[in-house]
């Protein structure tokens, strides 16, 4: 997201964080060793959301901020791939649930409290501030833009911020409980901090209680999710509820 188009904020960074540079001409270098990147904002500690860190350049005299909960800059500050990035040049800024701040004194962020636990490999311990999601708009006010990419349940402070949102992106991981045991995996979507989508407790049924009023698309899918095939009653039943799926590439303006 960016308030100019130059300067350049990331709302986590996933181990594919290269290719998707390569893909965005507007995230690409403007000049030797420089990038239009001013930071991230990291909504978890999960590897898929927080591991594009260690591929990204960690020496020289380019400042990156980034945002996260106090939980989840102590999980990044254990690691040997993340630690540089609590140190100077750069700035680990932490944050709490309903916090204000602002980027580049033109972007206002709002920290939404998900709740959840940390990751696998940290035991997956229940912490307020284990997950959050961020939601964005221009400090003067106008369209607002949610990023919830991960959420075991559907609480009120999500809800609430998914009703005034004019653009948001919903947790797509799974789309049943159980759909890992598909493939021999005998773990469950909540188990893994995922709220499924489908079901008559699912995301989507709760989601779909509000009005809408913005564009809503699922984002972060597994491989396993139905919701991947259009020709699926998953798909249908996802674009009857007025939802889009996220796609790589995609531009979008508010």
Known sequence: ????GTRWWLVNASPDIAAQIEAAPALQPRGERGTPIAG???TDANV???GGLAVTRQMGEHVFELYSSATVRA???EQRAFA???QAPHRWHTVAPEQIFTLDGALRVRVVPIGGATPGYDGRQPRA???VAYEISAVGGGASALFAPVFPTVEAPLLAAARDADLAFFDGSFWSDDELSGIGVEKAARSLGHAPVGGSDGSLAALASIPQCGRRFFAHL??????LDPSSCAFHEMA???FELAEDGMELVL
């Not at 997201?1 to 100019?4: L, V």
């Not at 597994?222 to 919701?227: A, D, H, I, K, V």
């Open 75 to 77: 999980l990044a500050m």
């Open 240 to 242: 009857r509820q007025g």
């Open 1 to 4: 997201m960016s308030h100019d």
């Open 48 to 50: 898929d959301h927080m």
């Open 40 to 42: 991230m904002l990291l």
């Open 222 to 227: 597994n491989n396993t999710n139905p919701l």
């Open 84 to 86: 540089a990035f609590g």
């Open 129 to 131: 501030d284990a997950v």
